[in-house]
Nanobody, 115 residues
Framework: QVQLVESGGGLVQPGGSLRLSCAAS????????MGWFRQAPGKQRELVAI???????NYADSVKGRFTISRDMAKNTMTLQMDSLRPEDTAVYSC?????????WGQGTQVTVSS
């Protein structure tokens, strides 16, 4: 069973940075696409960033220019570098992937942006 495990969440001040990681239990060559979603209290879950097998990426308009998604194929990890964080970025961030046509979710990690 493929598992995705996030790490790197926490509390940061506005304007600060955090780096989230998603470790896969299998080679991420077999997981396509991969991405990050987030859900804030009282709001619907939204796609933050996605990366496909070619390396092409796409971002939500609200995070373009501030967040960067990437993969390390050797380490079977995906990361989300988050810079210039804003209070409205506060949410539970979840790693997502599709393996063999089956969607897989991580357990989520809390990101709180507050002074």
């Amino acid at each position: 069973q493929v598992q995705l495990v996030e790490s790197g969440g926490g509390l940061v001040q506005p304007g600060g940075s955090l780096r989230l990681s998603c470790a896969a239990s299998v080679s991420i060559f077999s997981i396509n696409p991969m991405g990050w979603f987030r859900q804030a209290p009282g709001k619907q879950r939204e796609l933050v960033a996605i990366i496909i097998s070619s390396g092409a990426t796409n971002y939500a308009d609200s995070v373009k220019g501030r967040f960067t998604i990437s993969r390390d194929m050797a380490k079977n990890t995906m990361t989300l570098q988050m810079d210039s964080l804003r209070p409205e970025d506060t949410a539970v961030y979840s790693c997502y992937g599709v393996s063999g046509g089956v969607p897989i979710w991580g357990q989520g990690t809390q990101v709180t942006v507050s002074s």
